[in-house]
């Protein structure tokens, strides 16, 4: 099973609009961290947003927010006002467990702003 | 520039020769990691270390992969006999491990663009 499923390959979105990156998990552990994570066609991984699962409140960083509804284990990016600059690829994924440190990633969500 | 390099950006290789990435984490980052990232995926992780220890290695990193961090500073991933299979964006990415058990996000490098001919 996949532990991270993004099923948007694709989104557009007209500037200034607000746009939600949707972003299912799968994992048995209690304790997971999900991150959301920018890729510009320069390649570099540009760290956006983070939630704990024991966090209580929907993290928050600008102009992105995390729609984290843990019962439904789905940690969807919301990216208001969106800018010319968010066309990029998206990636979201999880930290699973206090026993490892590596990050499983998503397939990832094409974002492309018009003016 | 204080964040994650890499080198080389680009690398040609012929299939079944070597090749080495260099990889220089921020600076007060202990924590380094290795990940692999085919077009139309997602990285996938390759290994990581905590200073020069070497904490986790993925299935995916075969015999012909070994990666080192001899000082605690930068680290280097070596491919032998390389293989069109091989052929991907070799991401680097550092983070700092608190004493508490907390670990802060990683920051990406650009990657080394691999293509075996």
């Known amino acids: 099973a996949q532990k991270i499923t993004q099923t948007q390959p694709g989104m557009f979105v007209q500037e200034k609009e607000a746009v939600t990156l949707d972003c299912t998990y799968d994992?048995?552990?209690?304790?997971?961290?999900l991150f959301w994570y920018k890729q510009p066609s320069s390649g570099e991984m540009i760290f956006l947003i983070y939630q704990g699962s024991y966090d209580q409140q929907n993290a928050t960083e600008g102009r992105y927010s995390l729609n984290f509804q843990k019962a439904r284990k789905s940690a969807n990016l919301v990216i208001s006002a969106s800018q010319l600059g968010d066309s990029a690829m998206y990636f979201c994924?999880?930290?699973?467990?206090?026993?490892?440190?590596?990050?499983?990633f998503g397939t990832g969500t094409r974002l492309q702003v018009f003016p | 520039d204080t964040g994650v390099s890499q080198d080389p950006r680009h690398k040609i290789t012929k299939r079944g020769q070597n090749v080495t990435f260099r990889c220089d984490p921020i600076s007060e980052h202990n924590r380094l990691y290795w990940y692999r990232q085919t077009l139309g995926q997602g990285p996938e992780f390759l290994t990581y270390f905590q200073n020069e220890a070497q904490l986790e290695k993925s299935r995916l990193l075969s015999d012909r992969f070994s990666a080192e961090r001899p000082k605690g500073s930068f680290s280097t991933l070596e491919i032998q006999r390389t293989e069109q299979g091989d052929s991907a964006m070799y991401l680097c990415a550092s983070s700092l491990a608190l004493g508490t058990g907390r670990v802060t996000e990683a920051f990406f490098g650009q990657g080394t663009r691999l293509t075996v001919v």
């Open positions: 994992t048995s552990d209690p304790s997971y961290g």
């Open positions: 994924a999880m930290r699973e467990g206090r026993n490892t440190d590596k990050l499983i």
